[in-house]
């Protein structure tokens, strides 16, 4: 079985979700044309690579910006394999947030931000968008050697609100406070976790625990005093939070007086280091960790319970001959009380799958760089990128498999490199000729026959139009 046949059935299911036929073969044209084109992914060269190049563009940006469809439908196709696939465990879905450069000004909800890659000691702006992206792990290791997938099920704008001039009236100010309490990125992100459980739950998960691994920015007050149902936190926390015990029975208090930080634990020797073994990094690790149960955080989490994982750094040479160097120190606070620490170790571990999907949608696929300015296509055009980059990473699951399998490019010979044992919507190497270097080359193997299918139903979408 080849990979195209089973993309379009994946694809096919997208008929749910739109409410017209031929708005639903416009868009899946749309989605095989962002995997295909180069350069620049926006819609203008989308529309020349289907041959409409000199027909009316009309149509082709009314699907983003008028026609009736919600982003969330076009997950659907994953979460229904991942149950099928899983019957049993949690359901472990990573949550991170990923801006996308603008330069446009008349882009509704685009504001200056603090740039990811600024360095500490100066902070650089960004103007663009922000989205929250929900990725769903797949524990590959489960079957055999291999690492475990990160596949989108969600890519939700979360903007910020627009804050008032400095000649605004005071009621203005204050409607701005309290907005942006309401519809900061942490309330926004509880909205689509919700949104998320309920999905599960109707797809007849409603008896399996919701798993979220979450970074730094989620370890917040908001995240742990939400009431979430059949939903556990595993969120990195700071190494100085100010954490205690609940107070012995019978006192007034609700707290413990003396109170201790992640750090004080990690060095204190009367705790001792556990060992559990974990997949990471393409094979099996052990890591050392400690584990303090019933802490309390009295600024975060109030009486919630709450776990307390420190893990040790984990030693890596650059090269075989260099000095051993280590890596930070984690510490983990988790609202799961009953699952085992090295699965949660794992699923924290796994978390660093989603920024897998970061690089692969902003610099192979060019996410956000569409032109566009509708006040729906702005969230909706990169919605529709990441969920058929989604479903090509399903399609590639369903027809080989977790790994790297015979019917992928080989690396070239005569080179030093290992054997790769993912599969990867980047392809092998070639040696540029303007730099004499190993560069990747994007999805080099399946454009052709994606760009003669998205031709073909463009025809087959032109004779319904007839």
Avoid at 397 to 403: C, D, E, K
Wanted: proline share 8%.
């Amino acid at each position: 079985m080849k990979l195209l046949p089973q993309f379009l059935a994946l694809l096919a299911g997208w008929s749910r979700a739109f409410a017209q036929s031929r708005t639903h073969q416009r868009a899946l044209a749309h989605a095989l044309a962002a995997l295909c084109s180069f350069g620049r992914r926006t819609l203008s060269r989308s529309i020349a690579l289907l041959g409409r190049a000199q027909k009316d563009w009309s149509a082709d940006y009314r699907i983003f910006s008028r026609s009736r469809w919600q982003p969330q439908d076009l997950f659907a196709p994953v979460l229904t394999h991942y149950l099928q696939r899983y019957p049993q465990g949690p359901l472990t879905v990573a949550l991170d947030d990923t801006k996308l450069s603008k330069t446009g000004k008349k882009i509704p909800t685009a504001f200056w931000q603090r740039h990811p890659l600024s360095p500490p000691f100066r902070i650089n702006l960004l103007y663009g968008l922000r989205f929250l992206q929900a990725s769903l792990l797949f524990p590959h290791y489960q079957e055999g050697d291999f690492s475990a997938r990160a596949l989108p099920v969600r890519f939700h704008e979360v903007p910020a609100v627009d804050k008032p001039g400095r000649r605004a009236p005071p009621q203005a100010q204050q409607e701005y406070r309290r907005l942006q309490k309401m519809k900061n990125l942490s309330t926004q992100s509880l909205a689509v976790v919700r949104d998320l459980r309920a999905q599960c739950d109707a797809l007849g998960a409603a008896d399996r625990l919701l798993l979220l691994p979450l970074d730094g920015s989620f370890c917040n007050r908001t995240f742990f005093q939400a009431s979430l149902e059949r939903t556990a936190l595993l969120a990195r926390g700071r190494k100085d939070a100010r954490l205690c015990f609940p107070a012995p029975p019978g006192s007034r208090r609700r707290y413990a007086a003396a109170t201790f930080t992640p750090e004080q634990v990690r060095q204190d020797e009367a705790c001792p280091w556990q060992r559990a073994k974990v997949h990471f990094g393409g094979q099996w690790r052990e890591v050392r960790y400690k584990e303090v149960p019933g802490v309390r955080w009295r600024r975060g989490a109030g009486p919630r319970p709450l776990r307390l994982l420190v893990v040790a750094p984990l030693p890596y040479r650059v090269s075989p001959h260099a000095r051993l160097q280590y890596r930070q120190p984690a510490y983990l606070l988790t609202t799961d009380l009953a699952a085992d620490a090295a699965s949660l170790l794992q699923a924290y571990l796994d978390r660093w799958q989603i920024e897998v999907n970061h690089r692969d949608e902003k610099s192979l696929l060019g996410v956000g760089q569409a032109q566009v300015r509708s006040a729906l296509s702005v969230p909706r055009q990169p919605a529709l990128v990441v969920a058929a980059y989604s479903l090509l990473l399903l399609a590639a699951l369903q027809v080989f498999g977790p790994g790297r399998s015979s019917d992928y490019l080989r690396f070239p010979s005569g080179e030093n490199l290992p054997p790769a044992l993912r599969c990867s919507t980047y392809s092998p190497c070639c040696v540029s000729r303007s730099t004499k270097r190993l560069v990747p080359i994007p999805a080099a193997r399946f454009p052709p026959k994606l760009l003669c299918t998205a031709l073909i139903l463009d025809a087959q979408m032109s004779k319904l139009q007839g």
